[in-house]
């Protein structure tokens, strides 16, 4: 479903991804992992097509989209959330959901006069998407509250809920757990795993190991920008290389 082959990418000359190379198996849920600044969120973008890759490439449903621009590889049917959440606050919960799906006949401003059937029809569509994705949510009783107003925990949802909208096949979760409490977390869990059986592929990036190891099937860890290691979730925890990256000693 994705393959990352051999990515760099700098930063003013510092590399944050570094020959990295990995492969995400379509309806599996992959964990990333690696300490901070180990180039999780920046591989995140390079996928996602929000940054160009220096070197290397990266392959999505078989196609190579490391030139492809971000709407493009999203309407191939790939989906991200962000580390910090991107709601608009001053609009309503369900304004956030609805607001997603591009290329929307209303978005012509001829369209909107010449065809308003169709506008109307599409957007009751749009709008019966949106309930259907927070109902999944278990968000329903907060459709008309401005997303200011939401709690962090809900705003991660709502995120989660924006990439849902597009219904795509693979989605880019960045620490989708990060400053939740543990009820929230496990209905974040529960979700992951829902979309899951419904033949979604999901690839996370999260510091919450519980999380990790209870719900990934394969885990990929990063290191100073290179992979280091994947395996299952009990093979990579009992990898002392592992162990290493997270204290920051070196053995060898
Ligand atoms: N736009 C940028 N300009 C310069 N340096 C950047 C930029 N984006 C990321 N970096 C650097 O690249 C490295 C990797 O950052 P990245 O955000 O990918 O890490 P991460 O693995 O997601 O970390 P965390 O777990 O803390 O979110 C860091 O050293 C960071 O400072
Ligand atoms: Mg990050």
Redesign the pocket.
């Known amino acids: 479903m994705l393959k990352v082959d051999k990515v760099v990418k700098e930063?003013?000359g510092?590399r944050?991804v570094d020959e990295c190379s990995f492969e995400v198996k379509k309806n599996t849920i992959t964990g990333l992992i690696?300490p901070?600044?180990?180039?999780?969120?920046?591989?995140f973008n390079l996928i996602a097509g929000s940054l160009k890759a220096d070197q290397g490439e990266v392959y999505f449903s078989d196609q190579k989209v490391n030139s492809f621009a971000a709407y493009k590889i999203a309407r191939l049917g790939l989906a991200r959330t962000f580390?910090i959440p991107k709601t608009l606050k001053k609009m309503t919960v369900l304004e956030n959901l609805m607001l997603v799906p591009g290329g929307q006949s209303g978005e012509n401003i001829w369209n909107s006069w010449f065809k308003s059937s169709k506008v109307k029809a599409e957007e009751k569509e749009n709008e019966s998407r949106a309930y259907r994705v927070l109902k999944f949510l278990e968000l329903t009783h907060v459709a008309d509250v401005l997303a200011a107003n939401l709690s962090g925990g809900q705003k991660k949802l709502l995120e989660l809920g924006r990439a849902l909208m597009a219904d795509p096949e693979l989605i880019l979760l960045d620490?989708p757990g990060a400053g939740v409490n543990p009820t929230l977390l496990n209905k974040i869990a529960k979700n992951i795993l829902k979309l899951k059986e419904k033949g979604k592929t999901i690839l996370l990036?999260e510091?919450n190991m519980d999380l990790i190891m209870n719900i990934c099937d394969r885990v990929i860890v990063?290191n100073d920008g290179k992979h280091l290691v994947d395996g299952t979730p009990a093979e990579v925890k009992s990898n002392p290389r592992v162990l290493e990256a997270y204290l920051g000693e070196k053995t060898a």
């Open positions: 930063f003013n510092f944050a690696g901070n600044g180990a180039g999780k969120t920046t591989m580390q620490e990036i510091h990063m």
